[in-house]
């Protein structure tokens, strides 16, 4: 049987909050389990289609046991994409564990999707730091509207589209709004140019250059922009 992800009133209530406080973390995947529709379908084809992909479903690796263990990831080489992530873990103060827990509040789908959607949900949430190592996109809010925008462009899923509406929203309030433009809309062409991340063995490429990685994966440099932190956001709001 198909399945389908879509409550539009829990999608309106989650959507309403996360505009009044984008850190609301179980918002997000409230919302993203709300309004995904066959995102997870379409996600575990491609995967069936790919080599690899097809390794990961059959394997069904849980890569937070490798995300979490920090001293592992610190012997790495320096310039790795495991130090990359690491670095990025320990500067925003976040892990894998908390981005999960922060999902157990805001989503249920873990409980009731069928083999192997499930663990193509779960695989999705828990790799998605690594997706801001490889693209170098911070974890402000501009850098998370524009990795969104980079998912966008790779999966279509239309509730990441509402979430980057908000975003676009929230932004337009900062001195940079037109910049910020530009850094989202370059984060959906550097997701559709970029090979598709899905499908990636993300355990293989720990150990290698950041700079092998994005080489691999097509993703090109990193791109230079100010971060947009909400306190920003909500400084400047207060005092207009």
């Known amino acids: 049987m198909a399945h389908r992800q879509f409550a539009p009133r829990r999608a309106f209530h989650a959507a309403r909050t996360l505009a009044k406080d984008p850190d609301d973390l179980p918002q997000v995947f409230t919302l993203i389990e709300s309004l995904s529709w066959d995102t997870l379908e379409r996600i575990a084809s491609g995967l069936r289609r790919n080599d690899t992909g097809r390794a990961l479903l059959e394997k069904k690796p849980d890569i937070?046991?490798?995300l979490a263990d920090r001293e592992a990831l610190a012997r790495l080489p320096e310039g790795s994409l495991?130090?990359?992530y690491l670095d990025f873990v320990e500067?925003?103060?976040?892990?894998?564990?908390?981005i999960r827990d922060a999902a157990a509040k805001g989503a249920t789908l873990d409980q009731t999707l069928p083999t192997p959607l499930n663990w193509v949900h779960a695989r999705?949430?828990?790799t998605h730091d690594l997706w801001h190592a490889a693209t170098g996109y911070h974890g402000d809010v501009l850098g998370e509207t524009a990795l969104l925008a980079f998912n966008l462009a790779q999966n279509m899923n239309p509730a990441i589209g509402l979430i980057i509406g908000i975003g676009l929203l929230k932004t337009r309030g900062s001195p940079d709004a037109s910049k910020a433009r530009e850094t989202i809309l370059d984060g959906f062409r550097r997701g559709w140019k970029a090979a598709w991340l899905p499908a990636v063995d993300w355990e293989a490429l720990l150990a290698l250059p950041v700079e092998e990685v994005r080489r691999r994966l097509n993703l090109e440099a990193p791109r230079d922009y100010r971060p947009i932190r909400?306190?920003?956001?909500k400084a400047h709001q207060a005092a207009a």
């Open 124 to 126: 999705m949430r828990d």
């Open 64 to 66: 937070v046991e490798v």
């Open 91 to 98: 500067r925003e103060n976040i892990s894998a564990q908390g």
């Open 230 to 233: 909400s306190t920003e956001l």
């Open 82 to 84: 495991g130090r990359a």
